[in-house]
């Protein structure tokens, strides 16, 4: 099309005509609140962790406490035995990862985290079968992952929450409490809490302030 | 490992070895130098009462921090209902600057066997865990070996001693935050699960790991059972103080050396720094005064030079708002300044802390963050009295001891070291020139 000089202007102002004889959209609030249907609380969505694994549990807290019964669920316990479930009977035996995501509408990946990698995991089963898959033995599982991978995958820790039947959230929290096991990645030796102190330690002692330290950077 | 320091030749020794004892994991050498004797006595000649009423009569109190008695312990934990009972050493040693429960496993691991083997007869367990820290890779090969080595000999096993009594012993590496060493927190730990503090009570001897009857020791306090056992309850009563005998594993640091000392309890603290001080000094460090002594580790208590003759002794040092804890003796110079290091002590606290209950997660928190104001020089006109509140609250409230002793540094540093205190936070100076606080100048004519 040739250039018409002023055209782009034209058809912006023949749109803001266009509108004016429109019904309005705009609600005067707060003088007139808007409509809103009476158990509506919001979008609910589930969410990850660092690793970009699911945080639900399905553990149907959420869906107990409701209080306007908007949510229910479904899926099978962690060691993949019993189909349960929360809410209408059409979301039995569903996998539970795929039920919830479905459940709360959709899917909501954070885009600053990458979901966790597979790895082979023939060496987490042996470690598993050896000790007969007792929660129990959870730290000597979780030190043998770390000395076989060098530190403790998350497909791993998601390995051994199924078959010892350990919550995936409580494993997540034992297994990032030690400090010699390193999850999702091999670690760094700085951020040593210990060796800092110490330092510290010899730095206050002899007169030079902790506060130029690592220590108290986060203040 | 750290070095062992030179102790007066008079003073006993109850826990390590004399120095040339050669190889400690050698079973050979160490039974011809009495390891399992008194195991031997008691399966064979001793009922499990009677090695109870031994601790018991020895007055010993643990030496894990807490200076709780033994006996009492023993008591509660051969009492308790139940057939299956566990026996737990716990040689952690959660002060990353401190090394003594580390070296007395790496010196004397036989006693420290014998001592659970012994517990474990006179509770009635047949399984016993030895915690200890993931890093200390030579502490957990020696002990493997020692522990390999007696049960081949038949001192520990399916079979003790030809009694019939069955007892197995683990190693368990772990490694996490200061307050893994509580006991609850380590019992957590070996169940497999988070560290966090249980309420109490029931304490552990009525239900600890898994919930059943256990016995948590330090490893001190387990390597000093066989002693009383063979020698008899009396010779121990006669060591140390009256109010708890004995020696204890202290780790020294001063500006003439540091390292490890077995001392008799009630030994004056001017003693203990003696060790490390004088003598030793050479020419690049000169004499400088003493400012402050730190008794206790991270969560220890700040002492002035003229309280130096507290004995080192578990209730006389609460009553100065300092403890036993982790048996570190910090002597701090005059080159060091009061505030920069409980600023440090308490931010290392709040740091360690397990966050499970608030005083925990958010009170030692804001205490740090108060001692930061004041060492920073913005202090807020009221914050030492907040400091003062908050402390108490926490005392008051807390879950575990570890945020109970985490105010430590804050409280004895506010009672003892108050004009440096009120250096920093009236006139935003800090006397030893350590800290960097805002000093409020006011323009003029130049
Ligand atoms: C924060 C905190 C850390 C502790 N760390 C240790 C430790 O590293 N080693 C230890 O033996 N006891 C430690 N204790 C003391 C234990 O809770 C427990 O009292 C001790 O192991 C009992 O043994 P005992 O009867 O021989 O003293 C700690 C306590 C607290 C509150
Ligand atoms: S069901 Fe999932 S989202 Fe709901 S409370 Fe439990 S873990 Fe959270
Ligand atoms: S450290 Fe968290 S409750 Fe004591």
Redesign the interface.
Known sequence: MSFVPGLGLVRGMALTLRRFFEPKVTNLYPEIPARVPPKFRGRLQLLYDEYGTLKCETCFQCAQACPVECIDMGGVDTKGRFAIHWGPPETYGERREESALRRAGRTVPDPVYEHFHGIDLRAVDDILHEVDHD???????L?AIQAEYGYVPVAALKRVSQSTGAWYA?LY??AT????LAVGAPRSTEGD???A??G??DG????????TDS??AG? | MTALLKTPSSWPRVLLPAADAGDPTDLDSATRSGAFDALRTAVRAMTPAQVVTAVTDSGMRGRGGAGFPTGAKWRAAASAAGTRKYVVANGYGADPAVQTDRTLLELAPYAVIEGMALAAYAIGAHEGFIAVRADAAETIRRLEAAIGAAEEAGFIGPDVIETGWELRIEVRPVQGAYMLGEETVLLKALEGKRGQPEQRPPHPTESGLFDRPTLVHNVQTLAAIPWIVDRGAAAYAAIGSKASPGTILVQLRGPGGAGIAEVPIGTPLRTLVGLVDGGRRGKEAPERPVKAVLVGGPSGGFLPPDLLDTPYEFDALRAVDAHVGSGSIVVADDRACIVDLARLLTRFCADQACGKTIPCRIGTRRLSEIVDRIAVGTPKPTDADLAADLASDVVGSALCDHERLATLPATSAMRYFRAELDDHLLRSTCPAGVCHPIAVTVAGPT
């Open positions: 929660p129990k033995e959870m730290l000597r599982i030190a409580m929290g034992t409490y030690y400090d010699h809490a210990d060796a102190y110490l510290a330690l206050s002692l002899s007169g030079r302030s902790a506060s220590q108290a203040t």
